[in-house]
């Protein structure tokens, strides 16, 4: 059943691998750790069926409904994907776009905690942006395109991402129950 996930993240192993052969610092993107796949569908109608294979393979699925579409962030329970990644982001497309689905990108975690805009600033042939959401702002990453595809360079994993809006929704939970 992960064989789809597997294939898509061999394909993008290979661009990627290119892509630090041309690094000026290579031993910083030799260190990031892969640790989630975001995989984009069409429509609801694929996004519920993804979420339904992977039902029986996870431990936890968390769903968050996010600039007008669903994203299920998916933590694997017995198996790994390649490069032993354990969770795979479901987005469906935002409404209106044409965006090519499967692997849309791969999030890397940064164990030096170094300025990422620093290194990304020093490597004057990459394309590359800030971003952030306007969910939870101060969960900001680096983009970087390469061969039609996007690494997510970032502090943090989307396991904390969950983490902080559990804990905002109970804040606020208890605020709205204190003032009753």
């Given at each position: ?17 290119k892509?630090?052969e ?18 984009k ?19 936890m ?27 795979i982001k ?14 849309d990108?791969i999030?890397f ?18 394309r590359?942006s ?11 990453w ?12 970032k ?26």
């Open positions: 059943m992960l064989d789809k996930y597997n294939q898509a993240i061999q394909k993008y192993f290979e661009k990627w691998y892509l630090l041309t690094r000026s610092n290579k031993q910083f993107f030799a260190q990031l750790q892969p640790t989630a796949i975001g995989w569908v069409a429509d609801r109608t694929e996004y519920n069926t993804l979420l339904t294979e992977l039902h029986d393979s996870s431990d699925i968390v769903e968050k409904w996010m600039n007008g579409r669903w994203i299920a962030k998916v933590h694997l329970k017995d198996t790994e994907l390649d490069h032993d990644m354990q969770i479901i987005m469906e497309r935002r409404p209106g776009s044409s965006d090519a689905v499967g692997l990108h999030d975690y940064d164990p030096s905690r170094v300025d990422l805009t620093a290194v990304l600033n020093d490597e004057k042939d990459i590359w800030q971003e952030s959401n306007d969910v939870m702002a101060d969960y900001e680096l983009s970087v395109w390469f061969a039609d595809t996007e690494a997510k360079l502090h943090y994993t989307v396991l904390g991402i969950i983490g902080a809006e559990l804990d905002e929704l109970e804040r606020q939970i208890i605020h709205a129950a204190t003032k009753r």
